[in-house]
C-alpha cells in the first residue's frame, strides 16, 4: 500500500546538463509532487532504487510565460529533489524503474 505512494512522490527523473554533472558528485535530480515533503522524497528514492540517501535539496522552479501563435500561456511550476547518495552508492536513472 505505501509503495503506490513512492510512486506519487517521484514523478520523473531530471535528466539535463546540470544534473549529469551533478551524477559526478553522487547526486541524482529527480522532479517530485509539489506536496512531497523531504523526507517522504528520501524514504521514496530508498525504497524504489535500494540505494542509502545522505541528504535531500529542493527547490520550486517557477513556470516560464510563454507565447503561442500569440496567446500567452504558463508553464507549470515543477519541485525538484537534488538527492545526495550516500559514498559507493548510484542510481543509474537512464534505464527507469
Known amino acids: 500500500m505505501t509503495e503506490i505512494r513512492h510512486y506519487d512522490v517521484i514523478v520523473s527523473p531530471a535528466i539535463t546538463e546540470k544534473s549529469t554533472l551533478a551524477s559526478e558528485a553522487n547526486q541524482v535530480v529527480f522532479n517530485v509532487a509539489k506536496n512531497a515533503s523531504k523526507p517522504e522524497i528520501k524514504q521514496a ?5 535500494g540505494v542509502k540517501v545522505k541528504a535531500v535539496n529542493t527547490l520550486i ?3 516560464k510565460v510563454k507565447r503561442f501563435r500569440g496567446m500567452v ?3 507549470k511550476d515543477v519541485k525538484k529533489a ?3 547518495l550516500v559514498d559507493g552508492q548510484s542510481i543509474d536513472v537512464t534505464t527507469g524503474l
Do not use: P, S
Not at 45 to 49: D, M, Q, R
Open 61 to 63: 522552479r517557477k513556470g
Open 82 to 84: 537534488i538527492v545526495t
Open 45 to 49: 528514492v530508498e525504497a524504489l532504487f
Open 73 to 75: 500561456g504558463k508553464q
